[in-house]
């Protein structure tokens, strides 16, 4: 033990001291050949090992094995995925110095695990022998990763379709694909999932293969291209006759009513997605069935729905005009004769049946004050008490056409001598105002009170008097008579005007022969 030591420490400074006889020390000391592979290097020593430090030989190793230090710092390849490979020495499964044919690789193929190499062995490349892919020339890492690169010779594609052979088919055999087109920016299906794939992919050529329904299928497209290429918008992969456009949910324009049962090209006749924007009033499709001549404007829904043009939904108690009576069976264009939406019509009766006034006007245009919607000449309401001239007593029982000889009522003369002047049998001597003394319940019965009623009270041999005793001359409008004694009784003046002709002064109305007053004033 003695002498190993002292050679050792003698060793050491020999090859501290002098370099070139350390390294022709541990010529002499090297325990046999290294391999063929590291024969080159065979007399630099300080390549591979690092003295006194059997740790930092790994270290030496992957720095000229950068490919596998490469798998171990990114844990793949055969060597990252050594469990502990970070802590493990090289030297644990590769040494050396045993001769220029020695394998230190040390790889059964019999019993190799493929499965913890960055290419796991399925399928049917279980059966295939090792040299098919790791050439006696070539590491085993430098053999093929990719499909193509074994079998692009025997591709049926001839590369149309890439590289990626994968991406179709896998390890069980080139026959059985397992190609998801779902995977893809255009998945199949419905119909489309039963179409064989050259039917899209003439010529096997894949790439930039049309999306488009249009594409495919511009053949089929009955609209004639006026609609665009968006057939997904109306159409499905399901079948081209079943359409799935909502128009009530997908547009501003619900379908009701017979709009359902429209075909699409009987509103859309121009291009639908060339910016045709469709108006939507009724009367940009239904101008030829107006029947109103465009009157009452293009919003034809505030009176007809889409159920049909001949029910009309229009309430006109909804207006300041509700339609009662005969009304409700008139027409709208006799009333509406210009644009219903501008022109304003005056309610009043006179407006539309000026034409039917049997009074020409004299009763004025509020013809409701007497006349209803139900008919012109039935049920006419009107009360005479409001006018100057009330109708009572047997008045109230006289037809209109007694009094009004035509329908122009307004004038008409209510003096009583205007009717009744022949039945006047006082022929106009006691003037036209008949009712001073005669009232409506009859000729017969009458009441005068000359007494109040005039400035001349009957009293005496007066008070019994016939009225035509004095009025015996025609009056004009009233009956006014001079109250002087002497304009009756100049016959009967005895004193033949000596006196004058206030009789009264001496004599009474009792008696001309019963003197009062002019003796017994000393008169002449």
Known sequence: MRIRLCL??????????????????????????????????????????????????????LDCHDKVQADVEAGSGFHGRIPGIRTT???????????????????????????????????????????????????????????????????PHDGRLGKKCEDCHGESGWRETRFDHDDTDFPLADAHADVACDMCHTNEHYKDTPATCHACHRINDVHGGRYGDKCETCHSPKKWDQIEFDHDHDTDYPLTGLHAK?????????????????????????????????????????????????????????????????????????????????????????????????????????????????????????????????????????????????????????????????????????????????????????RFDHDTQTEFALTGAHEGLDCHACHRAPAGEHATLPTACGICHRADDVHHGGFGDRCERCHTTEDFEDVTVGLQRGAP
């Open 89 to 155: 020495n090289c030297k644990r499964c590769h040494t050396d110095h045993i001769g220029r044919d020695a394998d230190i690789v040390l790889l059964d193929p019999q019993t190799f695990d493929h499965g913890r190499t960055d290419y796991p062995l399925k399928g049917v490349h279980l059966q295939v022998p090792c040299a098919s892919c790791h050439k006696p020339d070539k590491a085993f890492r430098e053999a093929p990763g990719t499909c193509f690169d074994c079998h692009g010779e025997h591709d």
């Open 262 to 446: 429209v075909a699409c090209d009987a509103c859309h006749t121009g291009q639908l997605y060339r910016k045709e924007k469709l108006d939507t009033a009724c009367n940009a499709c239904h101008a030829d069935d107006d029947e109103h001549k465009g009157r009452f404007g293009d919003e034809c829904d505030t009176c007809h729905d889409t159920d049909g043009w001949r029910e009309a939904a229009f309430d006109h108690a909804d207006t300041d005009f509700p339609l009662k009576g005969r009304h409700e069976k008139v027409a709208c264009r006799e009333c509406h004769r210009g644009d219903a939406y501008d022109e304003k019509i005056d309610t009043g009766c006179h407006t539309c049946h000026a034409a039917d006034d049997v009074h020409h006007g004299k009763e004025g245009e509020a013809c409701e004050r007497c006349h209803n919607e139900e008919d012109w000449s039935r049920k006419v309401v009107f009360d005479h008490g409001v006018t100057r001239f009330p109708l009572i007593g047997l008045h109230a029982t006289a037809p209109c056409e007694a009094c009004h000889l035509s329908a122009a009522y307004k004038g008409t003369d209510v003096d009583c001598v205007s009717c009744h002047k022949a039945d006047d049998e006082h022929k106009g001597r006691l003037g036209t105002p008949c009712g001073l003394c005669h009232n409506p319940n009859g000729w017969a019965l009458w």
């Open 8 to 61: 050792a420490v003698a060793g050491a400074a020999l090859l501290a001291a002098a370099p070139a006889w350390g390294s022709k020390l541990e010529m002499l000391v090297m325990p046999g050949p290294v391999i063929e592979g590291h024969a080159k290097y065979e007399a630099e020593c300080p390549r591979c090992h690092e003295r006194f430090s059997k740790e930092a030989q790994s270290d030496k190793c």
